[in-house]
């Protein structure tokens, strides 16, 4: 398997958990709580090296996985869609698309805002 299928892979993966949760959270008008959410997630995966190895090490099982993001998503005070959402994931063994997850959820979350993304060039 290529680095470009891996890559693939992990998102589609992240994009159907992604669509998902946007499809339940939107349905109950919950997108701006999720997207407020998304970046505290974000910013604690970017910043702990130990959530990071958490879900891209063989060394934890799923059940190790699913208890640390329990306790994770308590802690940090993520919706029950979310925190259910990141525990399937521990149980199927998809956190390594967390990342992925992240920014499919973000921009789902922006198309559903009607917000364009532009590259300006001067």
């Given amino acids: 398997m290529t680095v ?26 919950g997108i701006d709580a999720l997207s407020a ?3 505290e997630l974000a910013s604690a995966y ?13 060394l934890y099982d ?9 306790k994770l998503s308590a802690k940090m005070g993520l919706s029950p869609e979310l925190a259910n959402t990141l525990r399937l994931m521990a149980r ?3 956190l390594f698309a967390l990342p992925q997850f992240v920014a499919k ?3 789902l979350i922006a198309d559903a805002r ?7 060039v001067s």
Wanted: no cysteine; charged share 25%; net charge negative.
């Fill in 105 to 107: 959820l973000r921009g």
């Fill in 4 to 29: 470009a299928n891996s890559a693939s892979i992990s998102a589609d993966i992240a994009g159907r958990y992604a669509q998902a949760l946007f499809d339940l959270v939107r349905d109950a008008g």
């Fill in 37 to 39: 959410q998304i970046d």
């Fill in 92 to 94: 199927n063994r998809r």
């Fill in 62 to 70: 799923r059940q190790q996985q699913e208890a640390a993001l329990g």
């Fill in 114 to 120: 009607g917000e364009v993304t532009a590259d300006v």
């Fill in 46 to 58: 970017d910043a702990s090296a130990d959530l990071r190895d958490l879900t891209v090490s063989p």
